[in-house]
């Protein structure tokens, strides 16, 4: 099982990013997915997520601003991020659940500073 993810990178603030996530050797579309972050001295958060029926929740600080989407055809787990803000730096990682096992890629920096 590997979850590739990228797309981070340092942006100023009111600026945008794309988060993807590629994932492997599991099937997907069966998962509950999910993006969670972890700033300096924090716990990791959920960002938002989406269930394999499709049901999406944002984090409260992110609604409005970050869009998530699943593309079962081609194992994909997307982020798009607007309008950052200087909380929103963290490490982002990828997150797939299911009935038994939960899997986690390796974490991706996002950074907003002016």
């Known amino acids: 099982v590997q979850l590739q993810a990228s797309g981070g990178g340092s942006v100023q603030p009111g600026g945008s990013l794309r988060l993807s996530c590629a994932a492997s050797?599991?099937?997907?579309?069966?998962?509950?997915v999910g993006w969670y972050r972890q700033a300096p001295g924090k716990q990791r958060e959920l960002v938002a997520g989406i269930t394999a029926a499709s049901n999406i929740n944002y984090a409260d600080s992110v609604k409005g601003r970050f869009t998530i989407s699943r593309d079962n055809a081609r194992n994909t787990l997307t982020l798009q991020m607007n309008s950052l803000k200087p909380e929103d730096t963290a490490v982002y990682y990828c997150n797939i659940r299911f009935f038994l096992s939960t899997y986690w890629g390796e974490g991706t920096q996002v950074t907003v500073s002016s």
């Open positions: 050797g599991i099937i997907f579309s069966n998962g509950d």
